[in-house]
């Protein structure tokens, strides 16, 4: 099975994101958690965006996963 770039774009950017978190403090099994809620995120979108728009849309959505509603972050 051969990974497109599309799919090897989408692994660097969860690579960032979960090195961040980990480098942040956070427990590997709960950075990955949260990328992976920001895959579901991705998926329920239902949209296929251009490589210059993913990471800003992940890293979007993955702050959306760190700060709660109030804008006081709940992690790191």
């Given at each position: 099975?051969?990974?497109?770039?599309?799919?090897?774009?989408?692994?660097?950017?969860?690579?960032?994101?979960?090195?961040?978190?980990?480098?942040?403090?956070?427990?590997?099994?709960?950075?990955?958690?949260i990328?992976?809620?920001v895959?579901?995120?991705?998926?329920?979108?239902?949209?296929?965006?251009?490589?210059?728009?993913?990471?800003?849309?992940?890293?979007?959505?993955?702050?959306?996963?760190?700060?709660?509603?109030?804008?006081?972050?709940?992690?790191?």
């Open positions: 099975m051969k990974i497109n770039h599309y799919e090897k774009e989408l692994i660097n950017i969860a690579n960032e994101i979960i090195g961040f978190l980990i480098n942040n403090g956070a427990k590997k099994n709960d950075a990955q958690d990328m992976q809620d895959f579901v995120k991705l998926l329920q979108a239902d949209i296929i965006l251009a490589s210059d728009k993913l990471r800003p849309w992940l890293y979007r959505v993955f702050t959306t996963f760190i700060v709660d509603k109030n804008g006081i972050v709940i992690f790191c």
